[in-house]
């Protein structure tokens, strides 16, 4: 037997099969309505007493930085050994006050010992050399003197022969022939004489260049020898400046080589201000400018005198000179805190210094609507920066209120609301 299905009426129509296709229709409304008219930023529900909000202002812009600035010596010296030895003994601790040349520790080298030896016998050597070939050159030029006088002697003789051989060859009394040979022998005599003056003459000249010459390399062997006997006191490390004895890095016993860097001496009495300042800086720090500083009460000035260029772990440093009185009782290492005067200061959009800045670099800030109830991310512009304020040159206006503090637990959202 068939059984007669009732059909539904009223609302509960409205839960049949057929009424499905309306409900996605209706759906589908909705969601293109929630689309369109959906706000386009995300929002993020904060609590409002954990904030640091502040207002945007118009004022004076102080163009400075401030640096930890250490009080160094103005003269520091670097002890290192001209010769390298064993520390034999310390005479001076580190700290104390040194004169110039007190000596401060003396080194051993048996090494030096040995060549000082090997160099005063190779002297020795070279001065018996030149004495030998001084005396030889000495009983050369007796021979040649000797010869001199013997040849001169003879040409004298054969001269003599000579005139009387022509007097009888005119009268006829001898042959032509003697005569002849008495002239060829005359001739001869004064030629050997000739020659040996020559001779005597280019061996004086000889003699005297040759000991020059080894005059000055005994000479230089002298100087040399000097040399190295100064090696020897150079053993001695002396102070080489009056000052402090601020550091002696040895002990007794250890092997320093020459050069080695072992200690250091600082003046006393003339200081200077060495700071480390950030790389973001470097463009702008130059020598002249200007920094105040505070000590017991009283405001001191300081002028730059030398900015280094070469940058360290994102820092450079840079030399103070203390501009009028410097301070009395200071010691090195001690630190001040310096204000340094970048440039002139002006009037500007204001908003105070907070963490913000370190995950917006700048370029955003979430700012307060006018009734305070919810925080909107929008885009600004800062410029130069002090340890108080930003400069804000596009993107606020004074009296607007901003949030300052970080911004690491916000996200991505665009919107924040109390």
Do not use: C
């Not at 150079?234 to 550091?247: H, V």
């Amino acid at each position: 037997m068939d059984k007669i299905i009732e059909q539904k009426k009223g609302w509960r129509k409205a839960f049949t099969r057929r009424a499905l296709p309306y409900w996605g229709g209706v759906l589908f409304v909705g969601l293109v309505l929630f689309v369109i008219f959906r706000s386009n930023s995300n929002t993020l529900k904060v609590n409002k007493e954990g904030l640091t909000i502040e207002a945007a202002s118009y004022g004076e812009f102080a163009d400075y930085i401030r640096v930890s600035g250490r009080i160094v010596p103005m003269v520091t010296i670097q002890l290192s050994p001209q010769e390298g030895g064993i520390v034999q003994q310390i005479l001076i601790e580190e700290g104390s006050m040194v004169h110039a040349g007190d000596p401060i520790l003396v080194l051993t080298n048996d090494n030096l010992d040995l060549q000082i030896l090997n160099s005063e016998a190779e002297l020795a050597e070279k001065e018996n050399i030149l004495r030998n070939t001084q005396i030889q050159m000495e009983q050369q030029k007796l021979d040649v003197r000797q010869n001199l006088l013997e040849y001169g002697t003879q040409v004298e003789r054969m001269h003599r022969t000579y005139e009387q051989q022509k007097v009888l060859y005119k009268e006829k009394l001898i042959a032509k022939e003697d005569y002849l040979k008495a002239e060829e022998d005359y001739q001869l005599a004064v030629q050997k004489y000739n020659l040996i003056r020559e001779r005597s003459k280019q061996d004086s000249l000889f003699r005297g260049t040759q000991i020059d010459r080894m005059q000055e390399s005994l000479e230089n062997m002298q100087m040399n020898m000097q040399m190295i006997r100064k090696r020897k006191s150079n053993l001695i490390l002396k102070a080489p400046i009056d000052g402090e004895l601020g550091l002696l890095d040895v002990v007794l016993g250890q092997n320093v080589s020459a050069g080695a860097k072992i200690g250091q001496i600082n003046s006393v009495g003339s200081y200077k201000l060495e700071a480390q300042i950030d790389e973001h800086y470097i463009d702008r720090v130059i020598p002249g400018l200007m920094a105040t500083y505070e000590r017991q009460g009283e405001t001191y000035s300081a002028q730059i005198r030398k900015v280094y260029p070469e940058v360290r772990d994102g820092k450079f440093k840079a030399d103070f000179k203390f501009n009028t009185v410097q301070p009395e009782k200071i010691r090195a290492g001690q630190t001040y805190y310096l204000n340094l005067q970048l440039g002139q200061s002006e009037e500007a959009v204001l908003i105070p210094r907070g963490s913000f800045y370190q995950k917006t670099g700048g370029k955003w800030i979430y700012v307060l609507n006018k009734e305070g109830t919810k925080a909107i991310k929008r885009e600004i512009r800062i410029g130069r920066q002090n340890p108080r304020f930003y400069e804000v040159t596009d993107g606020l206006e004074p009296g607007e209120k901003v949030i300052t503090s970080g911004y690491d637990a916000f996200g991505d959202f665009d919107v924040l609301t109390f």
